[in-house]
């Protein structure tokens, strides 16, 4: 028992820190719209996230215990090898947004997240400081601890995956970031940097964020089998898991 305490102490730490920040941070914005009823709710929605997002950063940074000061020196490997880990990235990302159009889960968040990425603010939250933040929290705060303490790497990569997609909280991002979450946590076990990691995370947010801004509401509702069909979906899915595969296989064998 006690060695399981001492394991997950600081991750929890880390979780603990990370969501009473939000907490205290969302406290601002429920005043304000209880005093200003017809205050612009995304844009402070998105001022929220931004300084949250911010302070959290800070605090794990600055704690000795997580180590985590070097973590954005190098990427821990060559330039090709950072470029097959960002290739093995995007094609896990295409597979699993086409998981999610399978499951057709709701998306409770749409309306949030296109009113944020319609003002300056919600923008620089989704697409930059959100994903620094979530890989200091997650990999850096949740993974690496678990690693130096001698926690088998599967089990540290896929507790923080998990934990990863369940922090959102909304039913259509849950399957997406876990998934994607398993890849992070690789390649960050195998650099022990979150360079690479969080330039993949920013590149997919930074993505969705373009796409609202094209699309607004109806961005959802652009799907694979709507644009390619049902038999050109699943064979670009089929595609897309081998690619990612043999790419992250190979990741794996350039970073031994």
Known sequence: MKFYFQLLLWPLLALGIYLLVQ???AIPLGLINYFDPDADTALWIGVTLLVSSVISSIILLCIPQFGLRTAFRGTGCNSTTTLIAIAGTLFTVLASDIVNEWLDLPNEFEDMFVGMS??????LAISLFGPICEEIVFR?????????????????????ALIFG???????QIPFAAM??????????????????????ILNNSFSVILMNIYGSEADDLTFEHMLGRTETGVTFILAVVAAVVLLRLFWKRTE
């Open 140 to 160: 850096g705060g949740l993974m690496k601890p678990l690693l130096d303490r001698g926690a088998n790497p599967w089990v540290a990569i896929g507790f923080s």
């Open 166 to 172: 369940l922090v959102h909280g909304n039913p259509a």
């Open 118 to 123: 319609e003002n300056l603010w919600g923008m």
């Open 180 to 201: 994607v979450g398993i890849v992070f946590g690789i390649i960050y076990y195998r650099t022990g940097s979150l360079v690479i990691t969080t330039l993949c995370h």
């Open 23 to 25: 907490g205290l941070s």
